[in-house]
């Protein structure tokens, strides 16, 4: 039986969100580092719409699965709302929504593989 995707779609998601919460806590210990600049993580929609989920050939008239495999969020510069005179544009506030929307994310994610394993669970025993 092949993988549900669902779980690895799951999985890719808690890895974004991994990166992210790195790179947000990095942001937050470089707040009074002069000249550092704050970074983010692309979006997951991106992500996930460069990762092709694979697909299978289940007959010979169908036509053959092309695709890439997932790939690894890349950070990119944040846009801050504040620059100091330092050069540093780490604004504490919008770090701490951010990590508050990672922590949303993960018990959201969290929820849905336990709610669709107790789905798969019950109709296996039924």
């Excluded at 969100?17 to 704050?38: D, E």
Aim: hydrophobic residues 35%; without cysteine; aromatic residues 6%.
């Amino acid at each position: 039986m092949d993988p549900v995707n669902l779980f690895a779609v799951a999985s890719q998601h808690s890895r974004w969100l991994s990166v992210r919460q790195s790179t947000i806590a990095q942001n937050i210990a470089n707040a009074n580092t002069p000249g550092y600049k704050a970074a983010d993580v692309t979006p997951f929609e991106s992500t996930l719409a460069a990762t092709q989920l694979t697909m299978t050939q289940t007959r010979p008239a169908h036509m053959a699965p092309t695709g890439r495999g997932p790939s690894d969020p890349e950070t990119r510069e944040d846009e801050s709302w504040e620059t100091m005179h330092s050069g540093n544009n780490v604004s504490l506030e919008q770090q701490l929504m951010k990590a508050g929307e990672v922590g949303g994310a993960y018990a959201l994610n969290t929820g849905l593989v336990k709610a669709f394993h107790r789905m798969l669970m019950a109709s296996s025993k039924g």
